[in-house]
């Protein structure tokens, strides 16, 4: 080979080299939002209470044009809330609170809404790189999986596997209403819902310092099956 076309190789691996750095560093950078929502927690909050109310009074009505919406968000996404609720298939965030649009609301399930890593990881993912202002944490009237934690707590009823762990995680919630007065296991939902959205706040500084900051507010909340109201308890 000549020496002309060594140079010109080594300066095409040289250039090629630079590049790929180049596009490593960016590889290894988190992948920020395009846009952020400029909705304040407060006004988060206001708006959930508002759909809920549409929600009740006329369902039929929270309907919205998904083709366009597809459209308009497909690039990104700026969610205005972040909801952790129960995988229970009757608790539909984005219908429950009033028909909520695609890119609107930033969602994690899982049974009895607790918080385990990947949750608390993707409500991370959703305040601090998605700037969403507001978290709900929404336990709802008769969560299987509350009740299966209250037959742990006053039955000592044994689960297995990976449901076992699951259950776990709610039964010091129904332990810590046992004898209470009132419905055991309704008592349960809200205690749950209180634990995990404090959960939140103690295990991941990233939402913590966002709170302290007043960017992020925490709540939690109960979603009643028979009525369709979303009660804020905090």
């Known amino acids: 080979m000549c020496m002309q076309c060594a140079n010109v190789g080594r300066r095409g691996f040289l250039s090629l080299s630079a590049a790929g750095l180049v596009g490593a560093a960016f590889a290894t950078r988190p992948a920020f939002a395009a846009s ?60 429950i609170f009033g028909g909520v649009g695609l890119g609107e609301l930033f969602v994690a399930r899982n049974a009895g809404n607790t918080a385990d890593t990947a949750t608390l990881g993707t409500i991370e993912y959703g305040a601090e790189h998605l700037g969403s202002p507001l978290v709900v944490v929404l336990g709802h009237e008769r969560c299987g999986a509350v009740s299966a934690a209250c037959e742990v707590a006053e039955k000592k009823a ?47 500084k990233v939402v913590a310092n966002l709170r302290a900051a007043g960017k992020v507010k925490v709540v939690y909340a109960r979603y009643d099956l028979d009525s369709g109201a979303v009660e804020f308890l905090s």
């Open 36 to 95: 952020t929502t400029t909705m304040s927690p407060d006004d988060a909050l206001a708006k959930l209470r508002a759909g809920n109310l549409r929600f009740m009074s006329a369902a039929e009505e929270c309907v919205r044009d998904l083709g366009k919406q597809r459209a308009a968000v497909a690039q990104s996404q700026a969610p205005w809330a972040t909801i952790l609720t129960c995988s229970d298939s009757r608790v539909t965030p984005e219908l």
């Open 158 to 204: 044994k689960f297995q596997g990976s449901m076992k762990q699951m259950i776990d995680e709610i039964v010091p919630a129904a332990i810590a209403m046992r004898g209470r007065d009132g419905d055991f296991i309704d008592n349960t939902v809200r205690e749950n819902a209180k634990r995990t959205a404090n959960k939140i706040l103690i295990k991941s």
